[in-house]
C-alpha cells in the first residue's frame, strides 16, 4: 500500500459495537471491554457505540505510515495495537457481512495500530436510532516494530 486510502459510510450496528475483523477470524471480544476501542482476543478491533442498534456514520482512513492527528472538533480519541493474523481486516457490524463500501484496511499479516475518533457516542446513549447521531474517523496503519 503506497498511496493512503480514504472510504466513507453509513451502516446498521447492533449490540452497541462494530468490529474490524480479520478475514476467516471469528472475532472473540475479552473481559476488559471499555472506553471506545478495544483490541479483540484473537485478531482485530471492536469499536463500542453508544447507541444499542441503528445507522452509523464511518470514515476510514488506511496509510503505509501513522497519519497526522484529525483536527476537526471530535468528543473522544482512543489509540490501541490490534494483530492481523491473516492481514485482510475488514469493517464489520456484529453478526454481519463486510461493509462493501470499506475495502480491506491491512495490507498482510502483523500488527496495527488503530485511531478512533467518535463524535455524538452520548446523544442516545443505549437507544435505538433510525438515522445516524454518532460519526466516527478510524485510521489504521503497520504498527512499527520495537527496537
Known amino acids: ?3 493512503p486510502q480514504e472510504y466513507e459510510a453509513v451502516f446498521a450496528i447492533s449490540h452497541a459495537i462494530f468490529q474490524l475483523t480479520d478475514y476467516d477470524v471469528v472475532p472473540e471480544i475479552g473481559d476488559n471491554v471499555g472506553g471506545l476501542a478495544v483490541p479483540l482476543i484473537n485478531g ?7 447507541i444499542s442498534a441503528g445507522p452509523v456514520h464511518v470514515r476510514a482512513q488506511v496509510s503505509a505510515t501513522p497519519p497526522p492527528p484529525e483536527t476537526a472538533a471530535w468528543d473522544e480519541v482512543a489509540e490501541i495495537v490490534f494483530a492481523a493474523p491473516t492481514g485482510s481486516v475488514r469493517v464489520t457490524p456484529l453478526f454481519e457481512d463486510p461493509v462493501p463500501q470499506i475495502g480491506v484496511l491491512t495490507s498482510g499479516p502483523g500488527e496495527y495500530r488503530l485511531r478512533v475518533y467518535a463524535r455524538g457516542r452520548d446523544t442516545a446513549p443505549g437507544r435505538f ?3 445516524p447521531t454518532e460519526d ?4 489504521v496503519w503497520p504498527e512499527q516494530p520495537s527496537r
Do not use: N, S
Not at 136 to 139: D, E, G, K, P
Open 136 to 139: 466516527y474517523l478510524i485510521q
Open 44 to 50: 482485530g478491533a471492536a469499536v463500542l457505540c453508544g
Open 1 to 3: 500500500m503506497t498511496e
Open 129 to 131: 436510532v433510525d438515522t
